[in-house]
């Protein structure tokens, strides 16, 4: 069964950090296109990073969070990471990541992914709230 779990939310005073991890069962994260979506209270879920497993198109990054968040992917350890640093107000939400097998032959937008094609992601983890408060 694949599965997705996420972990590392909580509640952090702005300017603080957090590292969201995105464990993968039953399957390798890294021959999947991988997103990290946020969804906050009464607004629409919202594409936060998105890179392919090939990589062949630059990982993509919401203008709200670059610069300020990082994924990174260990193969080792079947899991995928945000870094999320100089945390916003803003940035509360829950968090989750996301899978999508690529189809052979078919050219990915990370941009595209994140922005309008979120629903093309077969596999979603449960989330994890990310509260930024002081």
Known sequence: ????VESGGGLVQPGGSLR?????SGFK?????IGWFRQ???????????FTASH???TYYADSVKGRFTVTRDSAKQA????????????????????????????YSTQAMC?????????????TQV???S
């Open 40 to 50: 906050a209270p009464g607004k629409e879920r919202e594409g936060v990073s998105c």
């Open 80 to 107: 995928v990471y945000l870094q999320m640093d100089n945390l916003k107000p803003d940035d509360t939400a829950v968090y989750y990541c996301a899978a999508l097998w690529p189809i052979g032959g078919r050219r």
């Open 115 to 127: 922005v309008d094609q979120s629903d093309q992601f077969e596999y979603w983890g449960q989330g």
């Open 1 to 4: 069964q694949l599965q997705l």
């Open 20 to 24: 969201l991890s995105c464990a993968a």
């Open 29 to 33: 994260p890294e021959y999947y296109n």
């Open 56 to 58: 062949y198109d630059s």
């Open 131 to 133: 509260t930024v408060s």
